[in-house]
């Protein structure tokens, strides 16, 4: 059965690595599993199901029984493990047949799948048990290949899949998931007891084999075949998609267009609730949005499930006028809102039209894809994963699309099935037992100086709270090292000099492709230098005034700019210092540059508040342990200003505050916290000093 010569699919499947898991069939089904989901040709990421079925020792009776294991809900195949997965008895789900009332109560069916728990640690059952349950094969694979589902949804599919498969291939018509499809497909297989697997109508595949081996390589084989159908369809056209419609340009030109774009965008998305974005232009995204088809095929919307519940229905698209000057801000803004107003207006007559009795109430109508022809695809969703894989499902429904049209025509689903998988009330109670979120979640925070010390604290606290962070410091190193613990769907990195305003714009442009804006501006970058009026030199003044002072003004600039095209308003905080307001020794030029830092938030608190951006300031004082200024020549200054060695610092700027604590970096991080929970607040500094009586802000 095995055939390695793959074109289409990735063949993964290591026979050494197996060999000591022969006996053990729930690891080989999560070896399986875990292969298919790091292949999205075969399905993409929280996509499709398996499942193995085992003999195991029932605990009442000591006797073996049979137990099927399966994905639970919400899991993802890439990244299955033993604690994501459900165990059932099998004969409890045949059971289930004896109770099962018909079409009209098949949600009742979803508690009923509790009852038949052999494996008390499961996971949640998904909705797809059944479908597993009822067939009788001990490995079963459940994907959304993009082939596949571009032969379930093509007008001819049933005809297309007799032709590439014969008589070894069923068919079922679209049918929301449920117990009633699965007895369709233990029907579907008595009626045809020779076939290999099954297509489901605008749904995907199901495909089984005795083995794990034996249904992933019958998975790919099947996969494989659909792929070279296309393919030999699509090598005898001229052209996809209708053909080119609209020039991209060149990416340079296209990535410049997205950063003045997306802070639009991601403003009007987030008229209901704070969203995060996603950019994509590759070849895959300009070929459908550059197209004469797109807008045939755009407003069909998606036919997969699990491709339009990431989606929503139908993505918006925008042209834009050939005139239109992307760097002006309120003709950009004034050309997109009205395409945002009519798809929140059809929105809501979607939902009025399809809406039943029970159903749950109206959700956000803005939209989740933006197709910008001759520029590329936007997303925005509550968090950067979710806007990441919502890009990549759109992705799936390009391909499905290019595949139905090359072999036959596209069909979508029905507007009033897609809303009943939309607004499926047990999607909705998925949605509501969905954890809290942070109070930072979608918020984008860039912070300076976020190699080490304060910066990095600061880095750590904010994602913590569930925000994403652009890290940019000096040292590719410490960058290298603050950002190991984080994915690019939390964080990235830039090396950035805020001295220099062309390093400056390129952070934020980063930001703005990697999250599509801006909302907390943090400035801790600095450095400090301890000298008398007479040992200060020209040089000392020049770089604190340029670190701290000229490299706070750039960052607030240009940062307040990206906040203003949001209209989402803002945070913007300075790490200044205690030095900014106490007359101590040595300290001219440091002292000078960090009461400019602080008078300096003042002054935009007092401008930016109409746009309801907020602009606070953190006072440290005595951060030695952990902070990298500590490190130099400052620190011998202090000491030798005070009369005591560098090592008794720490103790003795513990000793001179009111709480006679020791300040540390995670210290000024809740200072900078707690300003952004303070959504009142505005031109305020908070010091976190421990205490110092002379720093008190009178």
Same mark, same amino acid.
């Given at each position: +059965?095995?055939?390695?010569?793959?074109?289409?699919?990735?063949?993964?499947?290591?026979?050494?690595?197996?060999?000591?898991?022969?006996?053990?069939?729930?690891?080989?089904?999560?070896?399986?599993?875990?292969?298919?989901?790091?292949?999205?040709?075969?399905?993409?990421?929280?996509?499709?199901?398996?499942?193995c079925?085992?003999?195991?020792?029932?605990p009442?009776?000591?006797?073996?029984?049979?137990? +099927?294991?399966?994905?639970?809900?919400?899991?993802d195949?890439?990244?299955?493990?033993?604690?994501?997965?459900?165990?059932?008895?099998?004969?409890?789900?045949?059971?289930?047949?004896?109770?099962?009332?018909?079409?009209?109560?098949?949600?009742?069916?979803?508690?009923?799948?509790?009852?038949?728990?052999?494996?008390?640690?499961?996971?949640?059952?998904s909705?797809?048990?059944?479908?597993?349950?009822?067939?009788?094969?001990?490995?079963?694979?459940?994907?959304?290949?993009?082939?596949?589902i571009?032969?379930?949804?093509?007008?001819?599919?049933?005809?297309?899949?007799?032709?590439?498969?014969?008589?070894?291939?069923?068919?079922?018509?679209?049918?929301?998931?449920?117990?009633?499809?699965?007895?369709?497909?233990?029907?579907?297989?008595?009626?045809?007891?020779?076939?290999?697997?099954?297509?489901?109508?605008?749904?995907?595949?199901?495909?089984?084999?005795?083995?794990?081996?034996?249904?992933?390589?019958?998975?790919?084989?099947?996969?494989?075949?659909?792929s070279?159908?296309?393919?030999?369809?699509?090598?005898?056209?001229q052209?996809?998609?209708?053909?080119?419609?609209?020039?991209?340009?060149?990416?340079?030109?296209?990535?410049?267009?997205?950063?003045?774009?997306?802070?639009?965008?991601?403003?009007?998305?987030?008229?209901?609730?704070?969203?995060?974005?996603?950019?994509m232009?590759?070849?895959?995204?300009?070929?459908?949005?550059?197209?004469?088809?797109?807008?045939?095929?755009?407003?069909?919307?998606?036919?997969?499930?699990?491709?339009?519940?990431?989606?929503?229905?139908?993505?918006?698209?925008?042209?834009?006028?050939?005139?239109?000057?992307?760097?002006?801000?309120?003709?950009?803004?004034?050309?997109?809102?009205?395409?945002?107003?009519?798809?929140?207006?059809?929105?809501?007559?979607?939902?009025?039209?399809?809406?039943?009795?029970?159903?749950?109430?109206?959700?956000?109508?803005?939209? #989740?894809?933006?197709?910008?022809?001759?520029?590329?695809?936007?997303?925005?969703?509550?968090?950067?994963?979710?806007?990441?894989? /919502?890009?990549?499902?759109?992705?799936?429904?390009?391909?499905?699309?290019?595949?139905?049209?090359?072999?036959?025509?596209?069909?979508?689903?029905?507007?009033?099935?897609?809303?009943?998988?939309?607004?499926?009330?047990?999607e909705?109670?998925?949605?509501?037992? +969905?954890?809290?979120?942070?109070?930072?979640?979608?918020? #984008?925070?860039?912070?300076?100086?976020?190699?080490?010390?304060?910066?990095?604290?600061?880095?750590?606290?904010?994602?913590?709270?569930?925000?994403?962070?652009?890290?940019?410091?000096?040292?590719?190193?410490?960058?290298?090292?603050?950002?190991?613990?984080?994915?690019?769907?939390?964080?990235?990195?830039?090396?950035?000099? #805020?001295?220099?305003?062309?390093?400056?714009?390129?952070?934020?442009?980063?930001?703005?492709?990697?999250?599509?804006?801006?909302?907390?501006?943090?400035?801790?970058?600095?450095?400090?230098?301890?000298?008398?009026l007479?040992?200060?030199?020209?040089?000392?003044?020049?770089?604190?005034?340029?670190?701290?002072?000229?490299?706070?003004?750039?960052?607030?600039?240009?940062?307040?700019?990206?906040?203003?095209?949001?209209?989402?308003?803002?945070?913007?905080?300075?790490?200044?210092?205690?030095?900014?307001?106490?007359?101590?020794p040595?300290?001219?030029?440091?002292?000078?540059?960090?009461?400019?830092?602080?008078? +300096?938030?003042?002054?935009? /608190?007092?401008?930016?508040?109409?746009?309801?951006?907020?602009?606070?300031?953190?006072?440290?004082?005595?951060?030695?342990?952990?902070?990298?200024?500590?490190?130099?020549?400052?620190?011998?200054?202090r000491?030798?200003?005070?009369?005591i060695?560098?090592?008794?610092?720490?103790?003795?700027?513990?000793?001179?505050?009111?709480l006679?604590?020791i300040?540390?970096?995670?210290?000024?991080?809740?200072?900078?916290?707690a300003?952004?929970?303070?959504?009142?607040?505005?031109?305020?500094?908070?010091?976190?000093?421990?205490?110092?009586?002379? /720093?008190?802000?009178?």
């Amino acid at each position: +059965m095995e055939s390695l010569n793959f074109k289409y699919v990735n063949y993964l499947w290591n026979s050494e690595h197996t060999k000591h898991l022969q006996d053990d069939q729930l690891s080989l089904f999560l070896y399986r599993s875990n292969l298919l989901g790091a292949d999205l040709r075969i399905t993409n990421f929280g996509g499709g199901n398996t499942s193995c079925k085992t003999m195991e020792s029932d605990p009442f009776t000591g006797e073996q029984t049979e137990v +099927m294991w399966i994905k639970g809900s919400g899991g993802d195949l890439g990244t299955l493990k033993r604690n994501g997965i459900a165990g059932l008895y099998t004969h409890r789900l045949q059971a289930l047949k004896n109770v099962y009332r018909g079409l009209e109560f098949e949600d009742d069916m979803v508690a009923l799948l509790d009852h038949c728990l052999f494996d008390l640690k499961s996971a949640a059952p998904s909705i797809d048990t059944p479908l597993h349950g009822l067939l009788p094969f001990k490995h079963i694979d459940h994907l959304h290949p993009d082939a596949l589902i571009a032969i379930a949804a093509s007008k001819h599919g049933k005809e297309i899949t007799k032709k590439i498969w014969g008589e070894n291939m069923g068919w079922i018509p679209w049918q929301r998931p449920g117990f009633d499809l699965g007895l369709k497909l233990e029907d579907c297989l008595k009626q045809n007891p020779e076939i290999r697997g099954i297509i489901l109508g605008n749904h995907g595949l199901f495909t089984w084999g005795n083995t794990s081996y034996e249904c992933y390589i019958n998975s790919l084989q099947v996969i494989e075949q659909a792929s070279a159908y296309i393919a030999a369809q699509t090598d005898k056209l001229q052209v996809v998609f209708g053909g080119q419609k609209v020039e991209s340009g060149l990416p340079s030109n296209r990535k410049k267009k997205a950063i003045y774009l997306a802070p639009i965008l991601r403003g009007l998305c987030s008229s209901a609730r704070p969203m995060i974005g996603h950019f994509m232009d590759d070849e895959r995204v300009l070929q459908f949005i550059n197209s004469n088809d797109l807008d045939r095929l755009a407003p069909m919307g998606t036919s997969c499930p699990d491709h339009f519940l990431r989606t929503k229905i139908q993505p918006l698209v925008i042209h834009f006028d050939e005139e239109i000057d992307f760097e002006n801000v309120a003709m950009v803004r004034d050309f997109i809102e009205p395409f945002f107003g009519q798809y929140r207006k059809e929105y809501v007559v979607y939902y009025d039209t399809c809406k039943k009795q029970n159903s749950p109430a109206l959700r956000d109508p803005n939209p #989740v894809i933006i197709l910008c022809p001759g520029i590329g695809l936007f997303s925005f969703a509550k968090n950067k994963q979710t806007a990441r894989v /919502a890009a990549e499902f759109y992705i799936n429904a390009i391909n499905v699309m290019r595949g139905a049209e090359t072999i036959s025509t596209y069909t979508s689903l029905p507007r009033q099935e897609a809303f009943d998988i939309e607004y499926w009330l047990l999607e909705e109670a998925k949605l509501q037992r +969905m954890p809290k979120e942070k109070p930072l979640s979608s918020k #984008v925070a860039l912070v300076t100086g976020a190699g080490g010390g304060i910066g990095k604290a600061i880095s750590e606290k904010l994602i913590s709270e569930g925000a994403n962070v652009v890290f940019t410091d000096l040292s590719p190193d410490h960058l290298i090292e603050a950002i190991r613990p984080y994915s690019r769907d939390i964080a990235i990195s830039v090396i950035c000099d #805020v001295t220099d305003e062309t390093q400056i714009k390129t952070a934020y442009d980063n930001a703005i492709l990697a999250f599509g804006g801006i909302d907390i501006v943090v400035h801790s970058a600095g450095l400090a230098i301890s000298k008398s009026l007479e040992d200060t030199m020209s040089e000392d003044w020049d770089i604190l005034q340029n670190v701290l002072v000229k490299g706070q003004f750039l960052l607030d600039k240009y940062g307040a700019e990206i906040q203003k095209k949001q209209g989402m308003g803002g945070d913007i905080i300075h790490i200044a210092s205690k030095n900014g307001i106490v007359s101590g020794p040595n300290n001219i030029a440091y002292g000078t540059a960090k009461a400019a830092q602080q008078h +300096m938030t003042r002054l935009l /608190a007092a401008e930016l508040a109409i746009n309801k951006i907020r602009v606070n300031t953190v006072n440290p004082d005595g951060v030695i342990i952990g902070s990298k200024i500590w490190e130099g020549e400052w620190a011998e200054g202090r000491a030798k200003a005070y009369g005591i060695p560098v090592d008794q610092l720490p103790e003795h700027y513990a000793k001179r505050n009111l709480l006679q604590e020791i300040i540390k970096p995670e210290d000024i991080a809740d200072g900078v916290f707690a300003l952004l929970l303070l959504k009142k607040s505005t031109g305020n500094t908070i010091n976190v000093d421990g205490g110092m009586a002379a /720093a008190f802000v009178r």
